[in-house]
Protein backbone atom coordinates (compact mmCIF):
# COMPACT_ATOMS: atom_id res chain seq x y z
CA UNK A 1 0.00 0.00 0.00
CA UNK A 2 1.16 3.53 -1.20
CA UNK A 3 2.07 5.51 1.80
CA UNK A 4 -0.08 9.12 1.41
CA UNK A 5 2.04 12.34 2.73
CA UNK A 6 0.02 14.20 5.21
CA UNK A 7 2.17 17.05 6.03
CA UNK A 8 0.93 19.22 3.42
CA UNK A 9 -2.25 19.69 5.11
CA UNK A 10 -0.71 20.34 8.52
CA UNK A 11 0.78 22.78 7.26
CA UNK A 12 -2.12 24.26 5.59
CA UNK A 13 -3.82 24.05 9.08
CA UNK A 14 -1.22 26.25 10.58
CA UNK A 15 -0.95 28.69 7.93
CA UNK A 16 -4.94 28.74 7.97
CA UNK A 17 -4.82 29.29 11.93
CA UNK A 18 -2.29 32.08 11.35
CA UNK A 19 -4.15 33.65 8.84
CA UNK A 20 -7.18 33.80 11.03
CA UNK A 21 -5.73 35.20 13.79
CA UNK A 22 -4.23 37.85 11.80
CA UNK A 23 -7.55 38.35 9.98
CA UNK A 24 -9.43 38.72 13.12
CA UNK A 25 -6.82 41.16 14.55
CA UNK A 26 -6.40 43.36 11.82
CA UNK A 27 -10.55 43.76 11.29
CA UNK A 28 -11.71 43.64 14.89
CA UNK A 29 -9.40 44.68 17.43
CA UNK A 30 -8.08 47.72 16.20
CA UNK A 31 -11.66 49.27 15.64
CA UNK A 32 -12.84 47.23 19.40
CA UNK A 33 -15.87 48.29 21.07
CA UNK A 34 -18.70 46.50 23.29
CA UNK A 35 -20.13 45.10 20.74
CA UNK A 36 -17.11 43.42 19.04
CA UNK A 37 -16.35 42.20 22.58
CA UNK A 38 -19.40 40.64 22.45
CA UNK A 39 -19.47 39.36 19.36
CA UNK A 40 -15.61 38.34 19.32
CA UNK A 41 -15.72 34.74 20.46
CA UNK A 42 -18.01 33.54 17.73
CA UNK A 43 -15.96 35.50 15.37
CA UNK A 44 -13.24 33.99 16.16
CA UNK A 45 -14.30 30.69 15.51
CA UNK A 46 -15.77 31.71 12.50
CA UNK A 47 -12.04 32.73 11.45
CA UNK A 48 -10.45 29.28 12.84
CA UNK A 49 -13.07 26.93 10.92
CA UNK A 50 -10.62 26.57 7.95
CA UNK A 51 -8.12 25.90 10.38
CA UNK A 52 -10.01 23.31 12.36
CA UNK A 53 -11.08 21.49 8.90
CA UNK A 54 -7.51 21.31 7.36
CA UNK A 55 -6.43 19.50 10.90
CA UNK A 56 -9.21 17.34 11.10
CA UNK A 57 -8.29 15.93 7.30
CA UNK A 58 -4.62 15.49 8.88
CA UNK A 59 -5.49 13.58 11.82
CA UNK A 60 -8.09 11.40 9.33
CA UNK A 61 -5.18 10.66 6.69
CA UNK A 62 -2.56 10.14 9.54
CA UNK A 63 -4.58 7.31 10.75
CA UNK A 64 -4.81 5.87 7.47
Given amino acids: MKKIQTWPLLA ?5 SIGG ?3 FVFLFVL ?3 IYWLILS ?3 FA ?3 W ?3 YFYWL ?5 RT
Avoid: G, M
Avoid at 58 to 62: A, P, R
Fill in 46 to 48: LYQ
Fill in 21 to 23: VAA
Fill in 12 to 16: ASILA
Fill in 50 to 52: PAV
Fill in 31 to 33: DFN
Fill in 58 to 62: WKKKK
Fill in 41 to 43: PII
